[in-house]
């Protein structure tokens, strides 16, 4: 499963949830203390958000515990609870909300369901740097990113080829020099071959990943909504699209109940914001996006009220129905004496030159114009996407 400067790191061959397959207690105990002592060591506490959690399990904490973490908030006294049960060794620093994260990492186990369109696991490469480089700038060629989903078709977001970005290096001063996620891991190493970088890669593993599971998103009702959670909710457009400044583009969602939500696609989303723009009232959606937390209200986009009206996030939208779009192919004839009549102006209706006679918009000739939308998937392009997100190219594919 990976490389340490040229020796090989092989994963346990025995299943972990096998509670006969005790290990030595002084083993244990010392693979604690190593863990400890180099989280110590590297972590940035003086950094608010830096708040580590190290647990060690011989069996799995509960599957529950992940689905929670995964769809909504969860404390950590119910963490502590479970931590406190079981024989797990743990430590937690400063707000110690680490615990929750790396306890919820345990407790997940790769979903297997038919009826999923999302793969239940996938598998990603970190290869990592040299400590003399950690800081310094990635040198490398970018283009040998670009064609990494030639050499590993298996592999997934190595590139935004709409717009133009590599996918694969982080922007931080982290030790990873870059990461290849993909669908088959035998297949992963191959990127070390193709990825071009300046320096060398100092060591890598494969890991086992939710990312692209899609399991953050819940099918809910609007009048269920919960802040932070992730949804997957089915309805009809119900306004115009509307785009505010900064390219910020929103429409409205009516769902069986007839609550209203108001759906986002912000700007980098990029050319996603097109498709909503695409929209009109009547079509029939069904949206996957994430809601904003407690105080992230717009609150009524559509009205101007104050009315808490949620809004989510989109990451893609399923069309089902498309409603017609007319268009006008000329303008009305008049009443009396049947020639074309002219219009008043914007939204004034038609007068007949000869006659005087008045007759409004919706007397002029409509036609069903071609839709530039069709029934399907859209998605924001890859560097819009959040690594839990399924990108449509994986779906079915597992
Ligand atoms: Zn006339």
């Known amino acids: 499963m990976g490389e340490i400067q040229g020796s090989p790191v092989w ?75 079981s024989s797990f060794m743990h430590k937690g620093y400063k707000n110690r909300r680490g615990l929750i994260g790396a306890c919820a990492a345990l407790a997940w186990e790769p979903a297997v369901d038919s009826a999923r369109r999302a793969p239940g ?24 990113a670009a064609v990494l989903s030639n050499v590993i078709p298996t592999s997934f977001d190595n590139y935004d080829f709409q717009n133009d970005i590599p996918r694969i290096l982080p922007h931080t001063p982290c030790p990873v020099l870059y990461g290849i996620r993909g669908t088959a891991s035998g297949e992963l190493p191959r990127a070390l071959e193709v990825v071009n970088t300046e320096e060398s890669v100092d060591r890598w593993v494969i890991f086992e990943t939710n990312h692209a599971s899609d399991d953050h998103i819940q099918p809910l009702q609007i009048r269920q ?36 939500v108001i759906c986002a696609a912000y700007e980098p989303t990029k050319q996603f914001r097109d498709v909503v723009k695409g929209l009109i009232p009547g079509d029939k959606i069904v949206i996957y996006g994430g809601l904003r937390g407690p105080n992230g209200s717009n609150g009524d986009l559509f009205t101007g009220s104050d009315q808490k009206v949620p809004t989510v996030n989109l990451e893609k939208l399923e069309i089902l129905g498309l409603e017609k779009e007319m268009g006008k192919v000329s303008n009305p004839r008049c009443p009396s004496c049947k020639k074309a009549m002219k219009s008043i102006g914007t939204n004034q209706g038609y007068r007949c030159k000869a006659c005087g006679i008045h007759v409004d918009e919706s007397a002029a000739e409509f036609a069903p114009e071609a839709r530039k939308l069709e029934l399907g998937f859209y998605e924001v392009p890859p560097c819009a996407r959040r690594h839990l997100s399924c990108p449509i190219e994986l779906f079915n594919k597992s």
């Open 11 to 85: 994963d346990h061959s025995t299943d972990i949830d096998d509670n006969s397959t005790q290990h030595d207690a002084d083993a244990v105990e010392a693979l604690f203390e190593t863990v400890c002592s180099t989280v110590e060591r590297f972590c940035q506490l003086d950094d608010t958000n830096t708040n580590p959690g190290i647990v060690l399990a011989q069996s799995k904490p509960p599957a529950e515990l992940y689905w929670q973490a995964v769809h909504d908030v969860v404390e950590l006294s119910k963490v502590e609870k479970i931590l406190n049960k």
């Open 121 to 144: 696991r996938t598998f990603e490469l970190i290869a990592y740097r040299d400590r003399a480089r950690w800081g310094s700038e990635r040198v490398w060629d970018p283009k040998s």
């Open 225 to 260: 909504f919960q802040p932070y959670q992730s949804v997957q909710l089915g309805g009809g457009v119900t306004s115009e699209p509307m785009v505010m400044k900064g390219g910020h583009t929103f429409f409205e969602l009516k769902d069986a109940e007839g609550d209203r």
